[in-house]
């Protein structure tokens, strides 16, 4: 398989306009990943499925992946002049991150045996933002996994034919895989509270729940 | 009868239409949908049942909503959730070792596969190598999992069909004999939680060496024994060929891997693709089927537990004595890179993989698990679409799910 820098030159030759961003990987897998655009997403996974050298025919794993806002803290080294003398010096400076939700695509080709290429899409925010292109029409292997993370993570995918909750129930407000997902408080009464049971039944039910 | 004439017998129209029967009243699990041609007229009706959830033939709480024709499918969309505990959730919030004994929840009935693509996973992530005797361990008791799978995959198939009982039993039987060997290695008859992050829990011993080889070797004359009671079973032959058909185009489109996959004809055996622990020293084929039905289905499982028995007598006669953990392994205190990877193996039921993100801490940041059961059932109602509701039952017994891990 090429290399992932001559597959991101080969993309943006042949879908003009595409915004393509390499995201490095540190951990001993090595398995770097491609960020891609929402308006060239498809176009981008047409080219990877269709052509002859990478035939990346098999949606193998879809999924989504909820990152906080966060402050990241980089370690640069700047020029000071530090009693007369110019030195380099190592500062560390704080980047504010805005929150995003990321659908992450793990290809493989069957025909040509390779893999992985991973593909990435973020959303804009965490709020109201979160529209992303379907890759369904592409890979049918992607429905359910697409349903699931609107399901779980609550990305509307654009395009996606049958885009209903699947593993909750209709009716469900919320995405339970989310990093900052409370869970309903669905306390009931039991005849013998104890322990962390009784302070939750002294809240609910002060009355009843006799130390 | 209602007169119009008000005050006779005590009751009015008006009291008997304020109490209007709720839409479906009375017929709980059915609804009855007027069906018409394109010019408006009327042609008969169509019903919609809700197969399941509590239904012998969907292995679980398992729900498919069937639009009929008569006996014939003409919509099937598949209800999941009903097992639904956030698995993801639960393994996010957790230490990595933390999550393995709920791996073998997943799919209960292959324990050791789903414990050996978890640790694969994370041995990519934090760059750990099982010694060679611990990745002999693996091979032997994934390919033991083969069989156990296969056997009872088959037991039920023809359970669904309507032979209850026997081929079920025979099937339980060998099981039985391979659970035995289970549990005399890790404790447990199914819930193993085995393998650790660069090797294994505990060391086979010689007398468990010599045991396996007497069930591996008696494993072979059990497939003999099913296949002359199976393969050119009348009954078996009529029931499945040319049923829930799957074209080469739409199995690789939709994901799916497996036995199905290459039932359809696909040669892709991840076995054989990645190469992963040390399954290229192993001399096994790749059977293959031609029409991609549920008599291939249910050939290829027995074609490729023959394979598994030629795996294991070559494992069991080449396992070399050593170590069973990586030294660089580090029980506690275990935090790897910053950093993302994903690890698939192949299970009896498709490709299982493990996505794992870390950001440093002790916990996974992000935790997925690919489960080839929910992905192998995207496919269900374009196989099922023509067919008749008992074709339904058998076409989804020879998807091969687990509920456990479709749900997770």
Redesign the interface.
């Known amino acids: 398989m090429e290399t992932l820098d001559q597959i991101k030159d080969r993309i943006e030759a042949a879908v003009p306009g595409a915004r393509l961003e390499i995201i490095p990987n540190d951990s001993p897998a090595n398995q770097p990943s491609l960020l891609i655009d929402h308006e060239h997403a498809v176009a981008v996974a047409k080219f990877l499925r269709d052509d002859s050298q990478l035939q990346f025919d098999y949606a193998s794993n879809v999924t989504g992946v909820d990152w906080l806002d966060a402050v990241l803290k980089e370690k640069v080294k700047v020029k000071q002049v530090v009693e007369g003398v110019e030195k380099e010096v190592e500062e560390v400076i704080e980047k504010k991150r805005a929150g995003y939700l990321e659908a992450v695509y793990h290809l493989y080709s069957m025909e040509l045996k390779h893999g992985p290429f991973i593909l990435r899409l973020r959303t804009e925010n965490r709020t109201d933002k979160v529209h992303l292109p379907s890759l369904t029409p592409i890979w049918r292997g992607a429905e359910f996994q697409e349903r699931e993370i609107y399901d779980l993570y609550g990305i509307i995918f654009d395009g996606h034919p049958d885009l209903r909750r699947l593993l909750m129930w209709e009716g469900f407000v919320d995405h339970p895989m989310r990093k900052d997902y409370v869970e309903p408080d669905d306390f009931e009464y039991e005849p013998t509270p104890h322990d962390e049971v009784l302070e939750r039944a002294k809240e609910h039910y002060p009355a009843e729940a006799k130390p | 009868m209602i007169s119009d004439a008000p005050g006779q017998m005590g009751m009015t129209s008006e009291s008997a239409s304020q109490v209007p029967l709720p839409e479906g009243a009375g017929q709980s699990n059915y609804t009855v949908i007027p069906k018409t041609s394109a010019e408006g007229t009327s042609e008969g009706e169509l019903l919609e049942v809700a197969m399941g959830p509590q239904h012998p033939s969907t292995h679980g709480v398992f729900r498919m909503d069937v639009v009929l024709d008569g006996e014939h499918v003409v919509k099937l969309k598949p209800v ?2 009903y097992l ?1 505990r ?1 698995h ?2 639960i393994a996010e919030s957790t230490t990595y070792l933390g999550s393995m004994p709920y791996t073998d929840r997943l799919d209960y009935l292959c324990s050791m596969t789903n414990n050996w693509a978890y640790a694969l996973s994370v041995e ?4 750990l190598q099982p010694p060679e005797r611990a990745e002999y361990i693996r091979i032997i008791t994934a390919e033991l999992t083969r069989l156990v799978n296969h056997t009872c995959l088959v037991g039920f198939l023809l359970q669904d069909m309507g032979a209850l009982g026997t081929p079920l039993m025979y099937a339980f039987r060998e099981r039985e004999l391979i659970l035995d060997l289970f549990e005399a290695l890790s404790g447990s008859r199914m819930m193993y939680n085995y393998m650790r992050f660069g090797g294994c829990r505990v060391d086979l011993s010689a007398d468990w060496i010599e045991q396996a080889k007497q069930v591996v070797d008696g494993y072979s004359r059990f497939l003999d024994e099913f296949e002359k009671l199976l393969t050119e079973n009348e009954i078996l032959v009529s029931r499945t060929q040319g049923v829930g058909v799957l074209t080469v185009k ?1 199995a ?6 497996g036995p199905m996959l290459r039932a359809s004809g ?1 040669n ?1 055996d991840i076995r054989k ?1 990645d190469k992963y622990g040390i399954y290229d020293r192993f001399d096994f084929r790749i059977p293959l089927g031609d029409h991609g039905d549920v008599y291939d289905r249910y050939m290829i499982r027995v074609l490729e537990m023959r394979e598994s028995v030629k795996i294991l007598n070559q494992a069991l006669r080449d396992i070399p004595a050593g170590p069973i953990m990586d030294p660089k392994a580090k029980i506690r205190g275990f935090r ?9 193996i192949e299970g009896p039921k498709g ?1 299982l ?1 493990f ?1 794992l ?2 950001d440093g801490s002790p916990n996974p ?2 935790y ?1 698990v ?1 489960p080839p059961s ?2 192998n ?2 496919v269900l109602e374009d196989m099922c679409l023509g067919e008749t509701v008992a074709d339904v039952v058998i076409i989804l017994g020879s998807v091969d799910i687990v509920l456990g891990e479709v ?2």
Do not use: W
């Open positions: 999941f959730g639904h956030n993801e959730q990519k992530l934090a760059g739409l690789i489109n939709a994901s799916i891997t696909v892709y693709v790897p890179k910053a950093g993302e990877a994903y690890g698939r490709e993989g996505y993100i870390s940041y992000r997925r690919r929910l992905i059932l995207t749900d997770r």
